[in-house]
Structures are given as structure tokens and as C-alpha cells.
């Protein structure tokens, strides 16, 4: 994805709002959870879920892993990777999402977590050679998700204009468009 502009707050909360609830019930309708990894996002992501109701028959939890060290220990993601690239990488995007869909898989449930991530810089300003507005968001397909044949782990990378709240804010948005996408509910 290429440099986003988002319209005001209102409209883009109402199109959160359509994209959330579009999605919580193609998870529904065909026995999927979520469960979210957060860094930069903050909580936003689980809250653009739970805004919805009858969301806690699909979302599971967020676990917001602000801080790289809690990204190792939570969620598994490599250490040496976050020694080498930081937070800010699509391969931790990756292990963020495959990581969260681990915690929070139960075994009444069988394989049907969808994990999700965010990881990136909000600003104001750059965080080492990684601009401010650079984000990656990471999904973690299980089989039969969309069209996904066997699961697979996918990241995306985002470069969103605006102040610190509008990246955080566009990341969510994003994410929630590209589930979207991923689920084909854009073909129902």
C-alpha cells in the first residue's frame, strides 16, 4: 500500500464501525475468532472490535506488546530479529500475528484463530532510519479463511501521512480493510 490520506474522524469511524462489524460476521458465520498483537495501535485495534455488539462471540483479546521486549516474551516473536531489525519489520509483523493466534488458540475451538498484528512508528518523528507513518500489519490465516488452502502468515507494509493519531488511527482502518479483502467478503 502506497501513502493514505484518511477523510475526517467521523466518517472514518463510521466506515471502522462497517468494516468491524462486516467482519466479526464472516468470522461468526464461519467459525473463526480473533485475536490481536498490538504496538503501535495501542488497544485501538480491539477496541474497533468490541465497539460492535455481539463482538465477544468472535474477538478474543489483544494483547498490546508496546514495549520490543514484550514482544519476545509474549508473543514469541525472535529476539535476535527485534536486536537486528527492531520492532518495525514485516517479518515481526508476521511472528506478532502468528504469535497472538498461539496465545489465544483454545482447544474446544480446533484451528480457527485469526491472528492479527500492528507494528510501526505513530510520530511525530522518525524512529531511527524508520519514517514516521511506517507501519506493517501482519495476519495469520488459518485453512478455509477466505480462499487460504493451508494457513499462512501475511504482512503488509503501510506509509500513512498525518499526525500521530491519524497513523494510528489509518493503521486500524487498513487492517480492518485488508481482513476484508482477505475474507472475500468484498465478493458477497
Known amino acids: 500500500m502506497g501513502e493514505t490520506e484518511f477523510p ?3 466518517a472514518s469511524q463510521s466506515h471502522c464501525d462497517e468494516l468491524a462489524a462486516a467482519v466479526l460476521r464472516y468470522c461468526d458465520n464461519n467459525h ?6 498490538e504496538s503501535l495501535t495501542g488497544g485501538l485495534l480491539a477496541d474497533a472490535f468490541v465497539r460492535i ?5 468472535v474477538f478474543l483479546g489483544s494483547a498490546v506488546t508496546y514495549d520490543i521486549r514484550a514482544k519476545a516474551k509474549i508473543l514469541g516473536v525472535d529476539r535476535d530479529l527485534l536486536n537486528r531489525e527492531g520492532a518495525v519489520h514485516p517479518e515481526v509483523a508476521r ?7 498461539r496465545l489465544y488458540q483454545q482447544d474446544e475451538d480446533g484451528d480457527c484463530v485469526v491472528g492479527l498484528s500492528t507494528t510501526g512508528v505513530a510520530g511525530p518523528g522518525s524512529d531511527g532510519d ?19 488452502q493451508s ?13 500521530r493519531e491519524a ?5 486500524v482502518q487498513c487492517i480492518l480493510e485488508k481482513l476484508s479483502i482477505l475474507s472475500a467478503l468484498s465478493q458477497e
Open 8 to 10: 475526517a474522524a467521523a
Open 32 to 37: 473463526f475468532k480473533i485475536a490481536a498483537a
Open 53 to 57: 455488539p455481539g463482538a465477544s462471540k
Open 95 to 101: 511472528q506478532m500475528a502468528s504469535g497472538t493466534a
Open 130 to 148: 524508520k519514517p514516521a507513518g511506517l507501519a506493517y500489519i501482519g495476519c495469520f490465516l488459518p485453512s478455509g479463511f477466505g480462499d487460504v
Open 151 to 163: 494457513r499462512r502468515t501475511v504482512a503488509f507494509e503501510l506509509r500513512l501521512n498525518g499526525g
Open 167 to 171: 497513523v494510528r488511527h489509518g493503521v
